[in-house]
């Protein structure tokens, strides 16, 4: 990183052209591109650059010369601090509109896709109060703004919120969270005012101390609540009055869960889950399907949308009931159940035991027959082998992390031929870098990005590959 020249410390005029993955506008001066704080595409505005690094700099406005025609207000008044919902700032329609022009984009650029019968994105109903799951942390180091910085010798330093972007020890105290439905705010508010109050220890996340550590909220389109307390080194009664406290506040908690984590990361995989109260699941419903959800299942984030994702991908498949469908990273299972009335058998493929346990128990749940789990890495499972056994797919539905596919899982798609890949993706570049590789046989046929997140940059997209004949 250099010194700021003097000459271009300060522009003017400079006109968004577009907005990146950070929520920052897009503007150019010359040769250097400019990331510029809480700039929308179409505002003119004066900047200061604070940072250069060879032909990018970072910049902030100093004044409007024009606002764009999609700004809008900012909802939440953590915005610009919080690292979560950094498109705030840009109206709704422009959001899905600049989701779909880089979801198009990475295909043509990175895949050599023929785009030009690409199906509309399709927009979140609720873009407010949509996920089903939140964590927040405990730290003794809270983010002071300016104004705690004015009042901070009558400021606790305790906090209950999200991680600060860039700063893995200091917390943004969170008055009033939009992603999650009450009565999500009132149980956070509540267990930090009870904490403060009895002189709990909030946990140190450099010297690895304190009795508080996390806090997960859960909830279902059912109705029903699942709590998590995560404890790191708080006393025995310091846990029971904390949990009481939130059974007694809260009956409409249906799971009521507490861990002790003493280990130096958040990850919850590996510990114990203890039952306060209530149940040890909570159930999301789906077309009749039920899914059981525990404190460590997987489960799409937006209830109402993941919906609405798996019918575009059922719609794609265009199933006709003789089928007998391999449902790659397959999770908890969820996508596979989905289609099973629909086909005559699924094979659903994951890494993680755990959900694989999950896809199993919920299959039994829903009485479904047809649906064999397996878990493993993608490329040590998915072999000629285990192909030659379970028979060759008709239909492939493959919805990777955001890394894509591994190669070597390309190369068995190519192999096998089945007649028609669904593929799902929350990483368009890592997609259309994998669908570059599987047009040596395959076609785009459909194309529809969703949207899973409002408020950010994250898109989800379907696309359908028919084999050549």
Known sequence: MKKVPAEIQFLENITIIDIAEQGKGVGKHQDLVLFIDKAVPGDVVDIEITRVKKNLAEAKITAFKQHSADRTEPFCAHFG????????????????????????????????????????????????????????????????????????????????????????????????????????????????????????????????????????????????????????????????????????????????????????????????????????????????????????????????????????????ADLKGNELVYDLYTGAGTIAQFVAQKVKKVIGVEYVPTAIEDAKANAELNQITNAEFYAGDMKDILTPDFIAEHGKADVVITDPPRAGMHPDVVARLLEMEAEKIVYVSCNAATQARDIALLQEKYTVSRIRPVDMFPQTQHVENVVLLVLKK
């Open 81 to 316: 601090t919080c690292g979560g919902c950094k498109w705030q700032h840009l109206s709704y329609q422009a959001q899905t509109s600049f989701k779909q022009k880089t979801v198009l984009d990475a295909l043509e650029r990175l895949g050599g896709v023929n785009t030009t019968g690409a199906e509309p994105i399709l927009g979140s109903a609720k873009t407010q109060y949509y996920r089903n799951k939140l964590e927040f942390t405990f730290s003794n180091k809270r983010w002071l703004d300016e104004d705690d910085m004015a009042n901070r010798d009558d400021l606790s330093m305790d906090a209950l919120g999200f991680h600060v972007p860039g700063r893995f020890d200091k917390i943004l105290e969170i008055e009033h969270c939009y992603l999650q439905a009450e009565p999500s705010n009132a149980i956070r508010n509540s267990v930090r005012e009870y904490a403060l109050k009895n002189e709990f220890s909030f946990y140190d996340l450099r010297q690895h101390e304190g009795a508080l550590r996390n806090l997960i909220i859960r909830t279902s389109s059912t109705g029903e609540i699942m709590v998590i307390v995560v404890f790191a080194y708080a006393n025995k009664k310091e846990m029971k009055g904390l949990m009481t406290h939130l059974k007694d506040s809260f009956p409409e908690i249906t799971s009521l869960l507490y861990i002790e984590n003493q280990k130096k990361n958040d990850t919850i995989f590996d510990q114990e889950i203890v039952v306060f109260n209530g149940l040890d699941h909570i159930f999301e419903e789906m077309e009749g399907l039920k899914f059981k959800i525990g404190a460590k299942s997987f489960y799409q984030t937006n209830s109402a949308q993941a919906y609405e994702l798996y019918k575009i991908t059922r719609d794609f």
